[in-house]
Nanobody, 129 residues
């Protein structure tokens, strides 16, 4: 079974931009709803953004919706999380996850980790001046 592979995490200064990539291994990104989650030390994993497997419908958490954008590149089978104006509180490990639920069926559970079937190993984002 394939699994998501994240990349793009880095050490950046506050205010910088960063793009994370999720390129599932042996899985088409348009077979699943794709979600980005993050986890800071000592905190619970939280949903950041997710995108439909069918179209460009997406949802982004209120805490980052003015700064983060999720997108899908069907040709390269990759889902991106574009982060801008990064803040120290954005630091953490960012995970890509795949859900067999449609984004519509997920409804209010769209950011519930239990509804995602496959997880990547995560990529570290560090924000420091």
């Amino acid at each position: 079974q394939g699994h998501p592979v994240e990349s793009g995490g880095d050490l950046v200064q506050p205010g910088a931009a960063l793009r994370l990539s999720c390129a599932p291994s042996r899985i088409r990104t348009d077979w699943y709803t794709i979600g980005w989650f993050r986890q800071a030390p000592g905190k619970e994993r939280e949903g950041v953004s997710c995108i439909s497997r069918h179209d460009s419908t997406s949802y982004t958490a209120d805490s980052v919706k003015d700064r983060f954008t999720i997108s899908r590149d069907a040709v390269n089978n990759t889902v991106y999380l574009q982060m801008t104006s990064v803040k120290p509180e954005d630091a953490g490990v960012y995970f890509c996850a795949l859900s067999s639920w449609s984004i519509r069926a997920l409804g209010t559970k769209r950011f519930a980790p239990d509804y995602y079937d496959f997880w990547g190993q995560g990529t570290q984002v560090t924000v420091s001046s």
